[in-house]
């Protein structure tokens, strides 16, 4: 059984810092694109950063660049999100996604990923 399991979740006061991560089991990710989306109360969930099977590409919506960084461990099968500078509209429940079909590039839809982690709350008072 696949299974996708975000960590690192918690309170935090504004300008402070978060480490998630995303473990992976059930099968390997290491050749597959992987993802973090978040939804917050009342809003659709949204594209917060991706990374490519290898490591070496990333991209980031426009509201978390400059402060938040995706990156893969070693084995490539486990996904990371450092968040600095967080603001309280980063308030929502971060979801890890992860693709089952191989491609060089980015995926930025959710539609795009086939597996999903349960979430993550993350709340940052101001």
């Known amino acids: 059984q696949v299974q996708l399991v975000e960590a690192g979740g918690g309170l935090v006061q504004a300008g402070g810092s978060l480490n998630l991560s995303c473990t992976t089991s059930?099968?390997?990710?290491?050749?597959?694109?992987m993802g973090w989306f978040r939804q917050a109360p009342g809003k659709e969930r949204e594209f917060v950063a991706a990374i490519n099977w290898s490591g070496d590409t990333t991209d980031y919506a426009d509201s978390v660049k400059g402060r938040f960084t995706i990156s893969r461990g070693s084995a490539r099968n486990t996904v990371y999100l450092r968040m600095n500078s967080l603001k309280p509209e980063d308030t929502a429940v971060y979801f890890c996604a992860a693709s089952a079909v191989f491609s060089f590039g980015l995926y930025y839809g959710d539609h795009e990923y086939d597996y999903w982690g349960q979430g993550t709350q993350v709340t940052v008072s101001s």
């Open positions: 059930g099968r390997t990710f290491s050749s597959y694109a």
